[in-house]
């Protein structure tokens, strides 16, 4: 299974999507790649459009290797052992400085959305090893939502596998048996760039000012 792009992909997620039309709840798209999914969404089933500003911790000796993730309001440490505590205390500081800015940049004043009581769509344009999304799910349910959810195009067995164990609602197109990385499965998989994302966050704004 491939996708145009991912307009196209988000046309195809909005059908299994459609059941959370009319529940009280939020996208949170994760950015960049995510926010083209996001906007599609929040459109066709009249839900708010905020970002997923969180960033893997990664480990002192290998930074690709997640032991955990940093938001802007919380953060989780799930593998802490042998490492210094104040690593773990500055990298915190400084991964949270830089998701701050960014969000800021992209949403202005804007502050980050009220998810107690809420269904939570989280968007991506997909998923490979996952680690960073279930560290951010764990992180997430400090916030008390009523329902976390987790859509996205396309995702790795191992991903989809225990994304499932951690949500109240995975829905995934395509699992391939084979996964080299998420662009595989896109005709056009250009970068989403920082104009594009503050273009339709921008239209979005507008749409939800003029309601």
Do not use: W
């Not at 792009?5 to 009280?24: G, S, T, V, W």
């Not at 104009?195 to 749409?207: F, G, I, P, T, W």
């Amino acid at each position: 299974m491939y996708f145009l792009d991912r307009y196209d992909a988000a046309r195809q997620l909005a059908i299994p999507l459609e059941k959370y039309k009319h529940e009280e709840g939020v996208i949170l798209a994760v950015p960049r790649g995510g926010v083209p999914i996001g906007y599609y969404l929040a459109k066709h089933l009249d839900l708010p459009l905020d970002l997923l500003m969180t960033k893997k911790l990664g480990h002192p000796s290998q930074k690709e290797y997640a032991i955990g993730a940093v938001g802007i309001e919380d953060s989780i440490v799930e593998q802490s052992a042998g490492i210094p505590p104040e690593y773990i205390e500055r990298e915190i500081r400084h991964i949270r400085r830089q998701l701050i800015e960014r969000y800021k940049k992209f949403m202005g004043s804007k502050q980050p959305a009220d998810l107690r009581g809420k269904t939570v769509i989280i968007v991506d344009d997909g998923v490979a090893t996952g680690r960073t999304i279930l560290a951010t799910i764990k992180m997430l349910r400090s916030r008390h939502p009523a329902k976390l959810v987790v859509a996205v195009p396309v995702a790795s067995e191992e991903a989809a596998l225990r994304i499932k164990q951690e949500v109240d609602d995975f829905i995934c197109l395509y699992i391939p048996s084979v996964f080299y990385g998420v662009g595989q499965f896109y005709t056009d998989f250009s970068q989403t760039t920082d104009e594009e994302v503050m273009v339709l966050l921008k239209e979005l704004n507008a749409r939800d000012h003029a309601a």
